[in-house]
């Protein structure tokens, strides 16, 4: 439905700006040649929404919320105006009884036959409009709760996903916080410690933190060696050359500098299957270091 700017982000905002983007697609169709042969009506649309993916955040289920709650509305408005079209002299009775009902509201809410007449026509075709259409949900209410309990929920039911990136983030830390307390649990020696010099001379007492080892700690390394995110630091661009000589292509290295969700785990796959490409690295840059600290 493409990118559009809305004045704000609350959850009505973006319904409304839904509804509006939908009916333009159809007012479009519409009025194009192919409109001539097939009529777009928005609300056969929107009954077809049965679910809604987004992001856990409090304004998307609210949107969620008010667009199955428009999504029934349609499928009730378009099973009331079939009702009425098809002018089964059986219904003539209730349609009548609902007209009757929806328009005392109306009549009421706009307070009483007088004030009806001091109302525009614009306003009045406004009003009829909501009328019909009030009528319609009513109708196709009634027609609803007549069907079987089957079909009556596969009509109603409306589904909320919540996307999985926030699920993969959890999984990783919780995996990686599990799998560095699984060493000391067994008695085992743990991976490691990736601590630069600085940082083991500064240590007097000899411990190491569970962030200076594992993992994450090896993707966070070797992220900041071949794909730092200041380009003034790091050894991408040598990199690069160093992966069109030996294998052929560039490879491109998951952004662990930054707050990703998945990219430790893709990191970790790339160094699994790259090993060897890493290690030869490594030992290029230690060669060249030398070379350039004995010059």
């Not at 099973?79 to 007209?99: F, N, S, T």
């Amino acid at each position: 439905m493409g990118i559009t700017p809305d004045l704000d982000h609350t959850a009505l905002t973006q319904v409304e700006g839904f509804k509006r983007t939908l009916q333009q697609f159809c007012d479009n169709s519409n009025v194009g040649p192919f409109g001539a042969e097939h009529f777009f009506d928005p609300r056969k649309i929107w009954k077809k929404m049965t679910g809604y993916l987004s992001d856990h955040a409090p304004d998307q289920k609210k949107v969620f919320q008010e667009l199955a709650g428009y999504s029934l509305e349609c499928d009730l408005e378009l099973r009331g105006e079939g009702v009425i079209l098809q002018q089964d002299p059986e219904m003539e009775a209730e349609i009548e009884q609902v007209l009757d009902e929806k328009g005392e509201e109306m009549f009421r809410e706009v307070g009483g036959a007088a004030r009806w007449k001091e109302l525009s026509e614009e306003e009045h075709l406004r009003l009829g409009r909501k009328l019909i259409r009030d009528a319609e949900i009513c109708l196709g209410e009634r027609v609803l709760e007549r069907l079987p309990d089957e079909q009556k929920r596969e009509v109603t039911a409306r589904y909320w996903s919540g996307c999985g990136m926030h699920k993969d983030l959890n999984a990783v830390k919780e995996g990686a916080d599990r799998m560095s307390k699984w060493w000391e649990e067994a008695g085992k020696e743990p991976p490691v410690a990736l601590i630069n010099k600085f940082k083991a001379e500064a240590r007097s007492d000899g411990k190491v933190c569970q962030s200076d080892r594992g993992g994450v700690k090896l993707t966070n390394l070797v992220g900041a060696l071949v794909r730092h995110k200041d380009p003034g630091s790091g050894q991408q661009d040598r990199f690069r050359t160093f992966c069109r000589n030996a294998i052929g292509v560039e490879v491109c290295f998951p952004d662990t500098s930054n707050t990703r969700y998945q990219c430790h785990a893709y990191a970790a796959a790339e160094i699994l299957c790259h090993r060897k490409l890493y290690l030869d690295f490594l030992e290029f840059v230690a060669i060249t270091k030398k070379m350039a600290e004995a010059s």
